[in-house]
């Protein structure tokens, strides 16, 4: 079989660059999409934002540490919505193979298209040309022949990037990357790879496999063919988001109830404006807590009807929490996760909570 040829299209600080677009006067300041209050998250911020160490999912009040000339902006995700459906169309004039990750993300297998004669790379500036034509935003284009190495392509040289790996150049590229950068390798796992010395994909390529296998069990083998550019992973158009969480594994273990609480509030608040992101509503809150001593707690509670309300969510986790901690005199948590799954778009309003 040939070689596919796919592309990964990542919108450049899309949130951020659609308020600047729409509104002349954000334009060249620094803007951070999300809500300033004290447990306000970043949803999004622009480059000028991202100049003072500003990132998404970063706490506001933190930003505005970093930043105190930001602009905050509410985010307006019917808006982003509306913009990236007709980006969406522009994808599909040119392959019905189409797999959205986000609003503003998404992988597309051209292989037809480039057998019939397009090179990849006139495929990847027409969409470049064609979003910046008809939207005014910007994109970076990854080019490859499979969706690792599409993403990885995209990061490359970002923002406004148009990067090509092709077959022959695989190891130059991604030898000199950190670990981290492969899909699959979290920051943990990136952590114990460079407690054992291994620091690049090169060095990760290289390594035997009854290290990584010692290190990851059969994980191991994956992660060496990554680390050597090897993705055999289909474009999916029909990807499906069947449940929307947000985790996070902590630095120092945490040994009291209100600050697990506080955590899961600002988790609940990034997986409500994930929901609306999205346009779903959901009905089963699923709580996650992980001892320091490595044991995993996992509780779900269904809800009378469905929502996308940081409030409600944080609150249905919490009973849980609660409920756990009633057991113990002393704990130590080192991972807490808040997942909501069921997820509808267009529920009775009479089913809807918060």
């Known amino acids: 079989m040939s070689e596919r040829a796919i592309i990964h299209i990542d919108m450049d600080a899309f949130y951020a660059s659609v308020e600047q677009r729409d509104n002349p006067a954000l334009r060249g300041r620094p803007v951070m999409v999300g809500g300033d209050g004290r447990r306000g998250v970043v949803a999004a911020a622009s480059y000028e934002a991202r100049q003072y160490g500003v990132r998404s999912a970063m706490p506001s009040a933190r930003a505005k540490r970093l930043c105190p000339s930001g602009v905050f902006v509410t985010p307006r995700f019917e808006r982003y919505r509306e913009i990236s459906s007709g980006i969406f169309v522009l994808f599909r004039d040119w392959t019905p193979l189409v797999e959205g990750l986000s609003l503003d993300e998404a992988f597309l297998d051209v292989t037809e298209a480039v057998a019939s004669g397009h090179p990849i ?16 935003l910007t994109a970076s284009v990854g080019m490859a022949h499979n ?19 092709e077959p022959d150049a695989v190891q130059r590229y991604l030898d000199p990357l950190p670990v981290q950068r492969i899909w699959g390798i979290g920051p943990r796992s990136g952590e114990r790879l460079n407690d ?3 620091y690049t994909a090169g060095q990760l390529r290289q390594t035997g496999i009854d290290v990584l296998e010692r290190l990851f069990g059969e994980h191991g083998h994956d992660l060496r063919m990554r680390a050597a550019g090897i993705d055999e ?5 029909e990807r499906e988001r069947r449940s929307v969480s947000q985790e996070s594994t902590l630095g120092e273990d945490l040994h009291r109830l209100e600050d697990i609480v506080t955590l899961i509030e600002r988790q609940s608040a990034k997986v409500a404006g994930k929901l609306a992101e999205k346009g779903f509503y959901g009905r089963t809150v699923t709580l996650k807590l992980r001892s320091g001593s490595f044991s995993t707690f996992t509780r779900s509670q269904s809800l009378e009807g469905y ?5 409600v969510i944080a609150a249905t986790a919490c009973t849980m929490l609660k409920r756990w901690a009633d057991w113990r ?6 991972l807490v996760g808040v997942g ?8 009775d309003e009479t089913e809807v909570i918060g």
């Open 340 to 347: 909501v799954s069921g997820l509808a778009e267009h529920p």
């Open 196 to 198: 054992a010395g291994i």
């Open 121 to 136: 790379r006139a495929i990847g500036l027409d969409l470049k040309r064609r979003i910046a034509d008809e939207f005014g």
């Open 307 to 311: 929502t996308r309300s940081a409030r």
């Open 233 to 237: 992973r289909v474009v999916n158009p």
């Open 147 to 165: 969706k690792l190495l599409a993403k990885i392509a995209s990061d490359y040289d970002k923002p406004d990037g148009l990067f090509h790996i």
């Open 329 to 334: 005199s002393e704990f130590s948590v080192r």
